[in-house]
């Protein structure tokens, strides 16, 4: 029963099987037909259209009907798909393209032969059909990209390398300038961190030699590049001026202890800047000496009445002593102190904040209470004589009055 059943299933097979895979009675004679109006609503197609070349289908049928069996098998057309992307989905899968196209998916339509199957929507993205101008042109532009960062990258790099931005003109499609762009900007930012690197070492070798001496050479392979020439001298210039300040320092300590030492003895054969330092430090330590003999006359006037002059080796010493001796303003305060308690008549007695001056507050005090003594005489006797010529005048009064009396 089972052998009955398959061979009358292969009998049908032969007989029916043109007409299931024929292309169901939708072309005429001349290969085409009208798009059906389901096909006109996905936007698959529109109008009339050639399909499959057309041709007399009478002349050779039963001999070729095996061959037209298999070509109609393999045949669709776009109302055979539901959407667009199924359309470019199978056209892609296909490896189909304007030149490649078997079943003439490309022959429908307004416009034939552009590489476009079954007529894109509107707005459709066409760089994403295989074989397409846009996807021939979406290539091409990441070529030109890739192909422009690399020029860019190198360009970039050997500018950075040397601390010189250049951007020019380039010449190429849109899509090449933008990768230059890009590359360049890479390029030059790895190169410019290569270059810093290089200054930084410049300026160390440059150190290293200002440490050492003063006459500035420049190595051959920073004379190349103005910028590393100028990064070396300014590490030169910089360790010289560093070096320079601490020899100064030495000779300014030498000439301040000298001039403490009151003994000058000014460097030889070395930088002017050098001399200046020690003689900068001589004045130092000499303003100090001064300072000292003055500060010691400026003392001695709290306990000498008089100006006494030192016994000093050096005059020079001998007139700061001095100097500071009459320089002492505080003494005239300590003597109009004591002179006034003094010549009030007061009894003696020393503020704390005389007791240093004791000699000169005491003396002035004496003063004044000479003084006060010395008027306090004259005004006994002031007022004696004036008790004297009050008694006499009026005696000579009682004397006057008697005498008219007798008379």
Not at 38 to 51: I, N, P, T, V, W
Not at 149 to 159: H, L, M, S
Not at 303 to 315: C, G, I, R, V
Request: aromatic share 12%; net charge negative.
């Amino acid at each position: 029963m089972t052998q009955k059943i398959a061979i009358i299933t292969l009998i049908f097979s032969i007989v029916f099987g043109s007409s299931v895979y024929a292309h169901s009675g939708r072309t005429d004679s001349s290969g085409g037909h009208n798009c059906s109006e389901k096909s006109q609503a996905k936007g698959l197609c529109s109008g009339y259209h050639s399909h499959n070349g057309g041709g007399d289908s009478s002349s050779g049928e039963s001999s070729s009907s095996s061959s037209t069996t298999s070509n109609q098998s393999l045949d669709k057309d776009c109302s055979d798909f539901s959407t667009y992307e199924e359309v470019v989905d199978y056209w892609n899968s296909k490896g189909y393209s304007k030149t490649n196209d078997p079943e003439k998916l490309d022959g429908w339509g307004n416009v034939v032969d552009d590489g476009i199957p079954c007529e894109a929507p509107s707005g459709y993205d066409t760089s994403n059909i295989n074989g397409s101008d846009a996807q021939l042109a979406k290539v091409q532009a990441e070529k030109d990209v890739v192909n422009g960062e690399k020029d860019g990258y190198t360009a970039g790099v050997n500018d950075g390398s040397n601390g010189d931005e250049q951007i020019t003109e380039v010449d190429g499609s849109d899509a090449y300038v933008d990768g230059y762009t890009t590359g360049y900007q890479k390029g030059y930012a790895e190169g410019l961190k290569k270059f810093e690197t290089e200054k930084s070492n410049a300026i160390e070798a440059g150190q290293t030699l200002g440490r050492k001496q003063d006459k500035l050479e420049v190595p051959e392979n920073y004379q190349k590049n103005e910028q590393l020439k100028k990064s070396f001298e300014e590490g030169f210039s910089k360790a010289v001026a560093t070096r320079d300040e601490g020899k100064k320092k030495e000779y300014e300590e030498i000439g301040y202890k000298n001039g403490l030492e009151d003994k000058l003895e000014e460097p030889k054969d070395v930088k002017e800047i050098y001399f200046e330092a020690y003689n900068a430090g001589f004045e130092k330590g000499q303003t100090e000496l001064q300072n000292k003999y003055m500060q010691e006359g400026y003392e001695s006037a709290f306990s000498t009445l008089e100006y006494k002059a030192p016994d000093f080796e050096n005059e020079k010493y001998v007139n700061w002593y001095k100097k500071g001796f009459n320089s002492n303003k505080e003494i005239k305060k300590i003597q109009d102190a004591g002179y006034k308690i003094g010549v009030s008549g007061e009894k003696y007695s020393i503020p704390k904040t005389y007791i240093k001056s004791e000699v000169i507050y005491k003396h002035y005090y004496e003063k004044g209470y000479k003084e006060y003594e010395i008027e306090k005489k004259e005004d006994t006797a002031t007022t004696t004589g004036v008790i004297g010529v009050a008694i006499l005048g009026w005696l000579a009064r009682r004397f006057y009055v008697a005498k008219k009396m007798v008379a």
